[in-house]
């Protein structure tokens, strides 16, 4: 009961509060604020920014999902390799994710200047044609930000994959790879099954993690160039911090949330049904 009460008062409370400024035109600092209604959620839908931001934000969850778990599963594979350097490369690869955010951003945000140190080793290997303004061009600025969160965060997913595949009994690749079945054959018959609680947890944490992304874009590119790499969080801080309309950024929370818990739990539904059926 007293853990209850306390997470009532510091969680729930709170939250609740919060979800009624959604519905007001409160300013964020004023003491007098009206009941709107739904009007904070009616002026979102014709709102071109705060539908770009989701759109942004969508694809950017998808992407970092996708592409993260790849390259994490393709490292794992060769970390668990009988590899002499195996353990050092753990380390390497790990790594990165230890590192605030924030700091890899403004890292990356100097390398992927238009005079950093990327376009300057393109330009020393005489690949100039590729020198690109990577933060700067609308085209490329919402892919480098997914190529930053995945160089950190891949190394991440590696490590829960890696405990997957040293889990997976040595006995059952030996009487697969006795039976006749290969390398590719053993992966995909035997260690893929057994890998599915690990992908459970990888793709939640992937698209939960993609879907709030706000500390990489606002480091990066700020949102920008113009509203190319805006998400839902950016517009929110923007609304909030900037405007001053808090009534209208809790709302853009409140369908941040929405959006968490239906992908996340709709994700957490099907992937738990596929390791079922895998067991």
Excluded: C
């Excluded at 706000?214 to 790499?229: C, E, I, R």
């Amino acid at each position: 009961m007293p853990a209850l009460l306390l997470f009532a008062f510091v969680v729930l409370a709170p939250s609740a509060r919060g979800v009624y400024y959604a519905f007001t035109d409160w300013d964020g600092l004023s003491r007098d604020f009206s009941f709107v209604g739904l009007g904070n959620f009616s002026d979102m839908l014709g709102d071109a920014d705060a539908r770009q931001a989701v759109w942004h934000t969508l694809l950017i969850a998808v992407a970092i999902t996708v592409v993260q778990n790849a390259v994490g599963l393709a490292l794992a594979l060769g970390v668990n390799s009988a590899i002499r350097s195996r353990n050092l490369l753990r380390v390497f690869l790990f790594a990165p994710a230890v590192v605030t955010p924030i700091v890899t951003a403004y890292l990356w945000r100097n390398l992927l200047g238009p005079d950093g140190a990327v376009n300057s080793l393109l330009g020393a290997v005489g690949l100039d044609s590729w020198e690109q303004d990577w933060l700067g061009d609308p085209d490329l600025a919402l892919w480098a930000v997914v190529g930053v969160v995945v160089w950190q965060f891949a190394g991440y997913s590696m490590v829960i994959f890696l405990a997957g595949l040293q889990s997976v009994p040595k006995e059952i690749h030996e009487a697969a790879a006795m039976d006749g079945a290969g390398p590719v054959r053993r992966f995909w018959s035997v260690t893929r099954p057994l890998l599915a609680p690990a992908l459970t947890i990888n793709l939640m944490l992937s698209i939960i993690g993609g879907i709030k992304l706000f500390d990489q874009v606002h480091a990066l590119t700020g949102g920008g160039p113009g509203h190319a790499t805006d998400t839902i969080s950016t517009l929110i801080y923007k609304d909030a911090f900037t405007l001053g309309e808090f009534g209208y950024s809790i709302a853009l929370a409140v369908v941040l949330t929405i959006i968490v818990a239906v992908a996340s739990t709709g994700q957490y539904l099907l992937l738990s049904r596929n390791e079922k059926a895998a067991s």
